[in-house]
């Protein structure tokens, strides 16, 4: 709730508008020019956010305006471009794939996923709840659980549920320390990215293919589009379909707020439900275009409103505005005594993802392993965009179904990883609820393995003995 009461002027809102956007504007231009920049594959976004992380560190921006205010400012920003960039994806029109072996590939990468988001989870839960009943006594045992969401989700959801914890349970410095987890994330998958790749390409298992200019796999035109002499603008429908949709949702949030459900709606239903902004955004979306599809069944609808294209470059936009705000908002001086465990999990969980996401990839998809790998390891340390920077590296001309897999599983790892989400609302209450949490997750995560695995366990298990 506290993302949407905040006060700013006009002229605050501008001025932090306008570094935003200059910010990136020069990152843009360091990565084109610096070779080293370039190779590494960063995200022009996570660039800018780092320059104003620096210039905010050495207090370049003390004597110009408050900084608590612009701290707040971008935390705002990383939460609400987080569910728009959502709810633009996911009113995009899909045509679904009939082909069972292509379908039983988005399923497998979608358990994959998931899988990767509970053993992170695993990893950094333990690891939390180990140093907070030893060394660490005043740590917030649940903060690991911050390791997929900054991780595997990114910056948005990391602020989302860090303020959650920071502002419902106690945990100082808990947004902060949710955005390092995501930009720490985003520098893995460069570093450890690009490091593969290069380790495999001298190995001979990659070859350096002709770079091809990224484009969306489904940036298709429909003929019922809006015509181009319509007198309202492609590019207004989508923006007003989405805000339309976020609205909706807001209202949603704003009336279970305003509900009597006693103590535990108060302390736990209530923060989930505004954490969880970008996922019911998203369900509406499905149901908008659900009566879209309807209304064009009976002819009371002609025209495709949803532009796949345009939508696309909203959502890279808003992802964009995320990542740079969220590394921007990182408030460095209340971190100081979370440098340990933040460099503890981050470590151990860059280690355990790499060879998780290795191993599974390459026994899920053996025709074209190194590409599924490098898709899904980027992604699940940074983003979606971030997987297929990293994929163009290898399948510059997305000849493999690494990229569908990509786009499509994130219905099966929404819809599996659900009960993940619900887990949050009950571990920051306390030590025992933690490690009930980490129980759970550990369950859920042996049962995903072997719903993964099913056909090689299953195949053993039938295969007859042979006979000398």
């Known amino acids: 709730m506290n993302f949407w009461e905040f006060e700013l002027n006009t002229f605050d809102v501008w001025v932090f508008l306008g570094i935003l956007v200059i910010v990136f504007l020069l990152a843009n231009v360091l990565r084109r020019k610096v070779g080293f920049i370039r190779s590494s ?34 935390e705002s920003v990383t939460y609400h471009t987080l569910a728009l960039g959502v709810i633009a994806l996911m009113l995009k029109s ?17 358990l994959i996923t998931v899988n990767t988001y509970l053993i992170q989870a695993i990893v950094g839960t333990a690891l939390t709840v180990l140093l907070a009943v030893t060394f660490l006594k005043d740590l917030f045992p649940a903060a690991g659980l911050l390791l997929p969401l900054g991780f595997g989700q990114g910056s948005g959801q990391a602020n989302n549920f860090g303020s959650m914890f920071q502002t419902k349970h106690g945990f100082v410095g808990g947004t902060s320390f949710g955005l390092s987890i995501a930009t720490i994330g985003f520098l893995v998958a460069g570093i450890v990215g690009v490091f ?13 293919g002709e770079d091809a200019t990224f484009t969306s796999i489904e940036e298709t035109v429909s003929p019922n589009e ?11 429908i989508q923006v007003a379909l989405i805000m339309v949709v976020y609205f909706i949702t807001f209202l949603l949030m704003f009336g279970v707020e305003n509900l009597k459900i006693g103590a535990f709606g108060d302390d736990t239903l209530k923060p989930m439900i505004w954490g969880f902004n970008f996922l019911i955004g998203s369900l509406f979306a499905v149901l908008l275009k659900f009566v879209f599809k309807r209304l064009k069944t009976r002819d009371l609808m002609t025209r495709d409103y949803p ?25 460095i001086e209340v971190m100081k005594h979370l440098v340990l465990p933040l460099v503890i999990i981050t470590f151990v969980g860059t280690i355990v ?57 994130s219905f099966y790892a929404i819809a599996l990883g659900f009960p993940l989400f619900l887990l949050l609302g009950l571990a ?34 039938t295969k007859k003995p042979t006979t000398s």
């Open 41 to 74: 594959l960063l995200p022009t976004a996570l660039i800018g956010g780092l320059i104003m992380l620096i210039l905010k560190s050495f207090g370049l921006f003390d004597q110009l305006f408050d900084v608590k205010k612009m701290n707040k400012f971008m």
């Open 94 to 110: 899909t045509t679904k794939d009939k082909n069972k072996e292509a379908q039983k590939q988005i399923f497998n990468a979608g």
């Open 196 to 208: 593969h790749i290069n380790l495999m390409r001298r190995k001979g298992r990659i070859k350096i």
């Open 226 to 236: 809006i015509p181009v002499s319509e007198t309202v603008d492609r590019l207004s």
């Open 307 to 331: 532009n796949n294209y345009l939508l696309n470059r909203i959502s890279g936009f808003m992802f964009d505005l995320m990542i740079i705000a969220g590394t921007a908002a990182i408030e």
């Open 353 to 409: 993802t790499y060879f998780y996401v290795r191993t599974l990839a390459y026994k899920m998809f053996p025709s074209y392993q190194e590409e599924a790998f490098v898709s899904l390891f980027g992604m699940l340390t940074g983003t979606n965009s971030t997987g297929m920077i990293l994929l163009r590296e290898v399948d510059p001309h997305f000849e493999t179904p690494a990229a569908s897999n990509l786009i499509y599983q």
């Open 428 to 461: 920051p209450r306390g030590l025992n609820e933690t490690l009930i949490t980490l129980a759970i997750v550990i369950v859920m995560f042996i049962a995903f393995n072997i719903l993964l695995l099913r056909a090689q366990i299953f195949k053993s298990k």
